[in-house]
């Protein structure tokens, strides 16, 4: 059970907020300032809201 324990303090680090540290990792790694999902949700918007293809309609048969 100790894996349980742990589990419940990640749980506990996560919803006090102590997990919030920045670095700069992000920017090092990719050479560019990371983005807000915002900002990636926007700039990948048409993934989101095109046309659904290959779902089948009707009976099936």
């Known amino acids: 059970m100790a894996g349980c324990?742990?589990?419940?303090?990640?749980?506990r680090l996560v919803a006090e907020g102590?997990?919030?540290t920045v670095t700069?990792?992000?920017e090092r790694v990719l050479g560019s300032a990371p983005r807000t999902f915002a900002v990636w949700a926007h700039d990948h918007r048409a993934a989101f809201t095109g046309p659904i293809t290959g779902v089948r309609t009707g009976s099936g048969r």
């Open 5 to 11: 324990r742990g589990g419940h303090a990640g749980a």
């Open 18 to 20: 102590r997990n919030a």
């Open 24 to 26: 700069g990792d992000v």
